[in-house]
């Protein structure tokens, strides 16, 4: 793939609602002769692990392909965990560092008229949440969503057979992960932690859904892509075929295929970007449904 980029990449922590975020930051590094370099698009991406565990060195892969070749700057955030820090810890961290992103945008070189937030497995219901928790707070709009086998519906009325699927992912495991994380039985009914429960999509930003044929979580994902659709948002779907879930996250065609979705939604931001200010600034106030 054309138009590779070296990267320097730090680590550091953003104040969140419970403590210290960690996370890590790509930046694309541009020769120096080319003069003051442009602000650049900024990918969020928040990293797998059930909700229970993942790090930072897991996303590595995705966010540093995403930095090289699509030409942005990559937050990649270390959110709370469960069992220690359950619902809605998560979800919060996700919008603080958003919150943090937003005001630091000039020291990062970050243009948030083209903010996309991206996960894989829990990551990706992040994504998701923080999706509607920008929608719902009145903050600026994203410029796209980039989910890679999400985690969408603690119901799990949709979970496929493992065996028959030959999965690396089970019904069993999916369900301790959601124990911990909501402990509460009502909690599983928030919109920001079952996404598939969410009636009103309209106005979300554009979608890049990716889902494996051997994974459990393949038809929840794609119900949601369609619910998407119905609802008018722009959604790109891609299901790879022979992949597992845990294999996705890392398989260079999904990767090249989440930077030319990128590629496009950044292109169409750029031309029809008209410094719309009728949205407040992100800020820390928390939902009032929490």
Request: net charge neutral.
């Amino acid at each position: 793939m054309d138009g590779s980029h070296s990267l320097n990449i730090r680590n550091f922590f953003v104040p969140g609602p419970l403590g210290r975020i960690p996370v890590r930051l790509y930046q694309p590094v541009k020769d120096a002769a080319a003069g003051k370099q442009k602000p650049l698009p900024l990918v969020m991406y928040f990293h797998g692990g059930g909700f229970v565990g993942g790090s930072l060195d897991d996303a590595d892969a995705p966010a540093s392909f995403i930095a090289r070749y699509s030409d942005s700057v990559v937050l990649s955030v270390g959110y709370s965990l469960a069992p220690a820090k359950p619902f809605p810890a998560a979800p919060e961290d996700a919008y603080a560092a958003a919150v943090w992103a937003c005001k630091h945008a000039a020291e990062l070189n970050a243009d948030i008229d083209r903010m996309v937030v991206a996960g894989d497995d829990a990551g990706g219901s992040l994504a998701v949440s923080l999706t509607l928790m920008v929608r719902d707070r009145c903050a600026k709009p994203l410029a796209a969503q980039v989910l890679i086998s999400p985690m969408l519906d603690p119901s799990m009325r949709l979970v496929g057979d493992a065996a028959r699927l030959q999965s690396d992912l089970t019904a069993e495991s999916c369900a301790a992960r959601y124990r911990q994380y909501l402990p509460q039985t009502m909690q599983r009914l928030h919109p920001y932690a079952a996404p598939l429960e969410v009636s009103r999509l309209a106005g979300l930003p554009a979608a890049f859904i990716a889902t494996a044929e051997r994974d459990v979580l393949c038809p929840e994902a794609e119900k949601y892509a369609s619910g998407l659709i119905r609802a008018g948002v722009h959604t790109q779907v891609s299901r790879f075929n022979g992949i597992t879930h845990g294999a996705l996250r890392t398989h260079i065609p999904l990767l090249k295929e989440i930077v030319n979705f990128l590629r496009c939604r950044f292109a169409r931001t750029h031309r029809d970007d008209d410094n719309n200010t009728d949205y407040t600034p992100f800020n820390l106030q928390p939902s009032p449904t929490l």
